[in-house]
């Protein structure tokens, strides 16, 4: 009978956050986080505050579709070698520097120009920095994924967390304070020079080490069919092809091969296990007001408390997994996730009081954040390294998409039903991942075992 694995001490779990790779995500979380407000909720102020009409503003919300189809081109920013940068940088930190470059670009096109009788170019230098942005998604999770053993995912994933944060703070609160103090312009122009935050992170950070792409192709048994059956075809078809089997086929061949029947099963896991949470987020703010709180009020509780226990959420979901493993982690963290929505049903029975509002969001972001660091560091542990990117931007697309519908007939049910049923409802929806989560913290091959330390 095998000696069971000791568990991490806690100050060596504690020690994770000194780690290089741990540390580089804060830097890069804040990088990914900055654009996110400036093509929505800022972008959206500054159009309101120069007099665009509401019903054009509304359109704008299209951009954000973007991030929920950034698996499209996955696969080219996975296997694609950029012609300069890629030689200089390598694969991941090249496309960085290109999507930080588009992002920069975008905002600096954005600060120069006038939105009144110009949407369209607002509209596409926004496109700019949206896609620049998903881009650079894509390459930070390939690379905090080949940068670091699946016991350190969970704590990157938590870094990543605060600077994400911190880069919605800059886009938000920081942009408006230098648009009141200066201009419009002049925000957007600081916020293009705080992407060089993120461009020093990449230069300074090492590539992380991984097969070249020819090595990886050559391997593939499905790429050596094709190029022995292309025998006396074009040699640019036979590449071509080869590129796109190994790019595009094979992410999703390996993922079904690697897990057989239990794939399927993992894929409604990750369907269904923010789906509580981000079926009832639409329904907040409406919550909020309908009760009779300020915006004042809201924007204080929101931001202080709110952004406080993600971090804190965070951190603690990364410690835990270092102790004790991502298997037990998800069970909890599903549990929570969908135990505290219940708090906003209490809060929409007891009314406007400003002590449960604060408990309703201390309650429901520090479970996010914990469920949040615990989930990536899983979909981590799924992912081949050789197909990062690919695999994870499928991941994170279907973590979010069924949540998002779901959230569409938020105001049906409330209409209907009221936001404490509304509530309950969403909570309910939250069972299926608890069971899927007890299913697979339960298969060794599905959650990495904790690394063999104590002190």
Not at 120 to 139: H, K, P, R
Request: proline share 4%; charged share 10%; with cysteine.
């Amino acid at each position: 009978m095998p000696t069971p694995t000791p568990q991490r001490s806690w100050l060596a779990a504690l020690g994770i956050y000194c780690r290089a790779p741990v540390i580089t995500m804060l830097f890069l979380g804040f990088s990914a986080g900055l654009p996110f407000l400036l093509v929505f909720s800022t972008l959206s102020a500054w159009l309101r505050s120069d007099g665009v009409e509401v019903a054009a503003i509304g359109f704008f919300a299209w951009i954000g579709m973007l991030y929920s189809i950034k698996f499209f081109w996955a696969p080219i920013v996975d296997r694609l070698a950029l012609p300069l940068l890629t030689r200089a940088f390598g694969q991941r930190r090249g496309w960085m520097l290109l999507a930080q470059g588009m992002i920069a670009a975008g905002l600096v096109g954005l600060a120069g120009v006038d939105p009144v009788g110009n949407l369209g170019w607002v509209a596409a230098f926004a496109l700019l920095v949206a896609f620049g942005s998903a881009t650079q998604d894509i390459a930070i999770d390939a690379y905090r994924i080949e940068s670091a053993d699946d016991d350190v995912q969970a704590a990157m994933a938590s870094t990543y967390i605060i600077g994400y944060r911190g880069g919605l703070l800059a886009a938000g609160a920081g942009a408006l304070y230098v648009a009141s103090a200066v201009s419009w312009n002049a925000a957007y122009l600081t916020m293009a020079a705080l992407v060089g935050i993120g461009v020093l992170t990449v230069l300074i950070r090492p590539e992380p080490k991984r097969a070249s792409l020819s090595v990886q192709l050559i391997h593939e048994p499905k790429v050596r069919a094709f190029i022995r059956a292309s025998r006396g075809k074009p040699k640019t078809l036979r590449r071509l092809g080869a590129w796109g089997i190994g790019a595009i086929v094979c992410p999703f061949t390996d993922f079904f091969r690697r897990y057989g029947v239990k794939a399927m099963g993992i894929l409604v896991f990750i369907a269904v296990f923010r789906i509580s949470d981000l079926a009832m987020a639409s329904m907040a703010n409406p919550l909020y007001i309908d009760l009779g709180f300020s915006l004042a009020t809201i924007a204080n509780v929101t931001n202080i408390f709110g952004i406080a226990m993600s971090i804190a959420g965070g951190i603690l979901g990364g410690l835990l997994v270092a102790r004790y493993g991502i298997g037990p982690l998800l069970v909890f963290g599903a549990g929570l996730v969908m135990v505290t929505n219940l708090l906003f049903a209490a809060l929409a029975v007891i009314g406007n009081q400003v002590p449960m509002l604060v408990v309703t969001i201390i309650g429901d972001n520090l479970a996010n954040g914990l469920a949040s660091a615990v989930f990536i560091a899983f979909l981590s542990s799924l992912t081949s390294r050789a197909y990062t990117a690919t695999q994870y931007a499928l991941f994170s697309s279907l973590m979010t998409l069924p949540g998002k519908f779901l959230s569409g007939f938020g105001g049906i049910v409330v209409g209907a039903q009221g936001y404490a049923t509304f509530f309950v409802v969403a909570t309910l929806l939250g069972l299926p991942a608890i069971a899927l989560a007890i299913w697979i913290s339960r298969d060794k091959q599905l959650v990495p075992t904790p690394l063999a330390q104590a002190n």
